[in-house]
């Protein structure tokens, strides 16, 4: 049971984000009072977290959730009844259960934090049932399935939103509000990526979703099968926005390029006994994928994959303007004729000149969630969307252009790192859309 001093706090939080969260994004009070009503398709360690969260908010019911693991389902549910809340619904009968789910006449809006196979059909039969998505990130499994999640989004009258919470990071929003302003001039190059250490659990599995019969997960899987960037979108998203991707620009080519693979057999070897199930693991991933991108305003992204090898976590940021430069490992920024000629400054005070309105608001309410409080900020968003019937902030063409990468450049690199031309999934449409994304 949850003790009272949680319960008061969550009880103070809630109240918190009930009255200012529908103001972060925007000053419209065009807002439904009714609640927010929310199906959920996956409660294993991230599903939780975003739960959870969501539970901080008040007007947000949750009447179904689905899993195909029994416990994360009874977790689940029993964290939305400690909340005040009715029990949801249990759907638990196997891996296409979920399409029973969306036969639901009472949800709004279904959350995806499944694994990275079934984000796309997942969202395609939730928007087809006239549902809004909010799906997880990760990678496509072809670009075939990102044409469809279009043409399912543009035949919907529901919305489908990309969880990319990179998008909503303090110092991104802070770089996405200076770039605005032209602080860092014309934009010739970004640099970003997943650079993250996570040898061990991309061996071993994370434990709290579905194991392969030999160990391991979905991770594990798609590192064995794939040899590409399988983990676009948390470094792309941020710099996509910035570069006004699909709202006036769009990326036109790829180009991309693998290391041998050797950390994760190098892991295996120093760690693991010689009779472990993982000796006799093939990993097809090169250990450092770097995809470089042309945009068609004359720019490009630079975005790197290195996830079996040691080393610190980063996303690898950096913006080059004709009038400065940040670089997140640095944490430092160089402008033009402000900084001393050569250095790095500490970005943190650009951080506070330059802070994006949604994060000044935010600071005021307190900053909680997971993430540095990105999570509750893109979750906020999601359910502003819902409330005062907006499109979504990251949409089903930022969704399908992200998540190409991955089979994009696996198609590059079984072509030597040739250019492979970069499906338009807007049709077009990138010409006359204009940015819309944390515009105040
Ligand atoms: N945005 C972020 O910062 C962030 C952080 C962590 C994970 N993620 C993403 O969240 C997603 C889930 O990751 P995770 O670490 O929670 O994995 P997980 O394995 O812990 O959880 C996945 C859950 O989905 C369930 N599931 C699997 N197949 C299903 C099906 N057909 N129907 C219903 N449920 C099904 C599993 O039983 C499990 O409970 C991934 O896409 C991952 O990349 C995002």
Redesign the pocket.
């Known amino acids: 049971m949850i003790d009272r001093r949680t319960f008061a706090t969550r009880a103070i939080t809630a109240s918190l984000a009930a009255s200012l969260a529908p103001n972060l994004f925007s000053a419209s009070t065009n807002s439904s009072n009714s609640d927010v009503r929310l199906g959920f398709?996956?409660?294993?360690?991230?599903?939780t977290g975003v739960l959870e969260t969501l539970l901080e908010m008040e007007g947000v019911q949750f009447p179904a959730i689905?899993?195909?693991?029994g416990k994360?389902l009874a977790q689940a549910q029993k964290l939305v009844e400690e909340s005040g809340r009715d029990r949801p619904e249990a759907y638990l009968k196997g891996?296409?259960?979920?399409r029973r789910l969306l036969e639901r006449d009472d949800l709004h809006g279904v959350v995806i934090?499944?694994?990275?196979r079934?984000?796309i059909p997942m969202s395609i039969d939730t928007l087809n049932a006239g549902k809004a998505v909010a799906c997880?990130?990760?990678p496509a499994n072809s670009t075939e399935e990102c044409w469809e999640l279009v043409r399912a989004a543009e035949g919907s009258p529901a919305s489908c939103m990309i969880?990319e919470?990179a998008c909503y990071r303090r110092n991104m929003m802070a770089l996405l509000n200076m770039t605005r302003q032209g602080l860092l001039g014309d934009l010739l190059q970004c640099r970003g990526g997943y650079l993250h250490d996570l040898r061990k659990r991309i061996i071993l599995g994370?434990g709290?979703?579905?194991s392969l019969p030999t160990g391991g997960?979905?991770r594990t899987r798609q590192n064995q099968i794939r040899n590409g960037d399988i983990y676009p979108t948390?470094g792309l998203g941020p710099l996509a926005q910035i570069l006004d991707i699909n709202r006036g620009n769009r990326f036109v080519s790829l180009s991309a390029f693998a290391t041998k693979s050797s950390g994760l057999q190098t892991w295996t070897n120093r760690n693991l006994p010689s009779d472990h199930p993982a000796q006799q693991y093939e990993w097809a991933m090169g250990d450092v994928v770097t995809s470089i991108i042309q945009c068609q305003n004359g720019e490009n992204v630079v975005l790197t994959h290195d996830c079996a090898l040691p080393r610190p976590k980063s996303f690898g940021w950096q913006i080059q303007g004709t009038l400065g430069i940040y670089n997140e490992e640095a944490n430092g920024i160089h402008i033009d004729g402000r900084s001393k000629g050569h250095q790095w400054e500490p970005f943190e005070k650009y951080q506070s000149e330059f802070e994006h309105p949604v994060w000044q608001r935010y600071q005021k309410i307190g900053i909680r969630g997971g993430?540095d409080g990105a999570d509750f900020l893109e979750l906020s968003a999601f359910v502003e969307m819902l409330r005062q019937d907006k499109p979504a902030p990251l949409d089903a063409y930022d969704m399908a252009t992200w998540m190409a990468i991955t089979p994009l450049s696996e198609q590059s690199i079984q072509l030597g790192g040739q250019p492979v031309p970069f499906p338009d999934f807007s049709d077009g449409k990138w010409r006359n859309r204009e940015p819309s994304f944390a515009l105040t």
Request: hydrophobic share 30%.
């Open positions: 398709i996956g409660v294993g360690g991230r599903g689905c899993d195909v693991i994360n891996p296409y259960d979920y934090a499944t694994p990275w079934w984000h997880e990130v990760g969880l919470n994370k709290t979703g579905v997960d979905y948390h993430h």
